[in-house]
């Protein structure tokens, strides 16, 4: 079995985004509640790594370096719009993200990291439930999540780019604990 990322990248988002979704699904499907995601730790996935004490201090850098490339692509913050399950709208913040995930994933593959591949291609997306949470069901039926099908989730200011750790505390309001952030 391939070691589990312990880091990743990502791109912070509001929590309210994901709370009418989990009020739907406690209300109307209590026992696939356990499965819902914390609102708290919303966020797009741009990176996934597996990092030890020894190579942190060294990835963390190679993070702080990609600032100029984050810089250059991104130019200005960008509106990033959910609408319904499994689609994402805003097609121009889309293609900036997509091609920001190739450079991240090169500039840390040039540092010798090796980037955990958690979707090729990479599909932008904010997860609502996981089975993986051992809290409850394991698959999820359509029936579910049907009634979002077209709901817009809302919009997201894109202006920065967290470097986080998985598991362990986190962050006083929820979000998962960051060892470094870059902001536009």
């Not at 990248?9 to 929590?15: D, K």
């Not at 040039?110 to 997306?125: L, R, Y």
């Not at 359509?142 to 920065?160: I, N, Q, T």
Request: glycine share 8%.
């Amino acid at each position: 079995m391939a070691a589990r990322p312990t880091h990743f990248l990502s791109v912070r988002l509001p929590s309210k985004m994901l709370e009418a979704f989990g009020h739907s699904i406690r209300a109307q499907h209590p026992a696939f509640a356990g499965l819902l995601v914390e609102p708290g730790t919303a966020h797009l996935t741009l990176l996934l790594l597996q990092l030890n004490r020894d190579n942190e201090q060294a990835a963390i850098d190679c993070f702080r370096a990609f600032e100029p490339t984050f810089k250059a692509m991104v130019g200005s913050p960008q509106t990033l719009r959910f609408n319904g399950i499994g689609t994402f709208g805003s097609n121009v913040a889309v293609a900036k993200l997509t091609d920001l995930v190739a450079a991240a994933r090169a500039h840390f593959a040039a540092s010798g990291f090796t980037c955990k591949a958690n979707v090729t291609p990479w599909t932008p997306h904010c997860t609502l439930m996981k089975t993986s949470r051992g809290a409850g069901p394991t698959e999820i039926p359509p029936r579910v999540y049907s009634d979002f099908a077209g709901y817009s989730f809302g919009e997201s200011l894109f202006s920065e780019i967290d470097f986080c750790i998985m598991g362990g505390r986190k962050e006083p309001d929820g979000y998962y604990r960051s060892l470094g952030q870059l902001c536009l």
